[in-house]
């Protein structure tokens, strides 16, 4: 009975990974995946995670028993402190919801479940593009995705009155995800001027914001300033929707094997007839039993990482610097990409390299040019064009320069 199932193709990214394991060139450089290298193109694990990892081992209470369904508190609490604020209004009047998730995409898979059973027919719109397994999450539970203008691939710039008008011409009360800080794949985040526009236009057409915050920390280097939108919409919103926020500590602590995420529900303020509390632990309760019936409770190590990490004045601070080295690094490295293709006088205008943030540069190049990259160079890149600047060093920036400077000329 399975003899006639149909072989999809591998996942683009992932395979990406394969051909460069196969590729036995000596010099290659991988700017394909997001994942943080450091200057020597290793992977990094953070000095607060290390110090994190010694406390837990060191503890003779630790052990491997399962965490309850909702997670580890001191993660959930901590997560919702970092991305609301210490002294969030949200969560002082306790109308957080929060749940423990296998990373972002386990929090976007909660919250597709959620809303093909709470909010059902409607479709989330997505930025065109957008991060690829946007669509396959949400489609994968039923729910339908609609694209939203937001690359303007001309000028490389945000094409704000496209956003906005599709905010204005949305059925009232669909569901717009927006990325918090570090777009992906183009790097391009609206001002903060753009943000106040983009969520005063989804207040005034009952839009139900859902944030991806998979990069706080990275784009800026601060926790305050990477969360500025999803801080104005919690705000915004506070009399009015609810909101979603799916948050990942893949990247800014760098747990990206380990699965450590969570799922944020705010409800909007009540008139004093309603209960919040009965309200958030009903959410609460609908989440736990997605989560129980897809991996009954969420991985413990990564949690117990994060936590420490959250929880302890030192480590936090340690974790502040290590995101600061994290995104100095990638933006001295967009600096000297773009400098050194400026001096190979390459054809075009490379500002944007330097102008995007977060981890990747929506670079421009063609599919065909990247294809050479690979074939002919060894840089490995997305077909979009998207390069993680993560994978950029001293040691490879020259070759990579060169090489894109040899493509797009021939
Ligand atoms: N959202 C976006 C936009 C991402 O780029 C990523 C990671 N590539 C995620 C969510 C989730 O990643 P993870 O499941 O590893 O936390």
């Given at each position: 009975i399975f003899n006639n199932i149909e072989e999809l193709p591998g996942d683009a990214l992932f395979a990406i990974k394969q051909r460069l394991a196969e590729d036995s060139r000596t010099f290659k450089v991988d700017l394909g995946i997001g994942a943080y290298r450091d200057e020597s193109g290793k992977p990094w694990v953070l000095p607060a995670v290390r110090k994190a990892e010694s406390l837990i081992h060191a503890d003779p209470s630790f052990n491997h028993e399962y965490l309850g369904i909702a997670g580890l508190p001191a993660l959930t609490s901590g997560a919702a402190k970092v991305i609301l604020?210490?002294?969030s209004p949200a969560l002082a009047e306790k109308r957080v919801v929060s749940s423990q998730s296998l990373s972002g995409t386990g929090a976007l898979h909660i919250a597709a479940k959620f809303i093909n059973k709470f909010l059902p027919g409607r479709p989330v719109y997505v930025s065109d593009?957008?991060?690829?397994n946007h669509v396959s999450i949400f489609e994968s539970q039923g729910v339908k995705t609609v694209t939203y203008p937001?690359?303007?691939?001309?000028?490389?710039?945000?094409n704000l009155d496209g956003f906005i008008k599709a905010i204005e011409s949305s059925p009232r009360g669909s569901i717009f995800l927006l990325h918090a800080c570090a777009h992906n794949p183009t790097g391009l985040d609206p001002s903060e001027a753009q943000w106040e526009e983009i969520l005063d236009a989804c207040v005034k057409n009952d839009i139900i914001p859902l944030f991806d915050s998979a990069y706080q920390g990275f784009a800026s280097g601060s926790l305050a300033k990477d969360a500025f939108a999803v801080r104005l919409g919690v705000k915004l919103f506070a009399e009015t929707a609810p909101i979603f926020i799916c948050q990942s500590f893949a990247k800014n602590v760098g747990m990206y094997g380990e699965r450590c995420g969570c799922i944020h529900l705010i409800v909007p303020k009540q008139d004093s007839s309603v209960n919040v509390t009965a309200i958030t632990k009903a959410l609460g309760s609908q989440i736990s039993k997605i989560t129980r019936s897809e991996v009954s409770n969420p991985p413990a190590y990564g949690a117990k990482i994060v936590a420490k990490v959250l929880n302890d004045a030192e480590l936090t601070q340690q974790w502040h610097q290590d995101m600061i080295t994290m995104s100095q690094r990638i933006t001295k490295m967009r600096r000297t990409l773009s400098d050194k293709l400026v001096a190979l006088k390459t054809?075009?205008?490379?500002?944007h390299i330097v102008n995007q943030c977060g981890m990747?540069?929506?670079?421009?190049?063609t599919k065909e040019m990247v294809q050479r990259l690979e074939k002919e160079h060894g840089v490995y890149m997305?077909?979009?064009?998207?390069?993680?600047?993560?994978?950029?060093n001293d040691q490879n920036v020259d070759h990579v320069a060169n090489a894109i400077n040899e493509v797009v000329r021939h």
């Open positions: 604020g210490e002294d593009p957008t991060w690829a937001y690359w303007d691939a001309a000028t490389k710039t945000l054809p075009g205008n490379w500002d990747f540069s929506y670079t421009g190049l997305v077909a979009s064009g998207r390069a993680s600047i993560a994978g950029l």
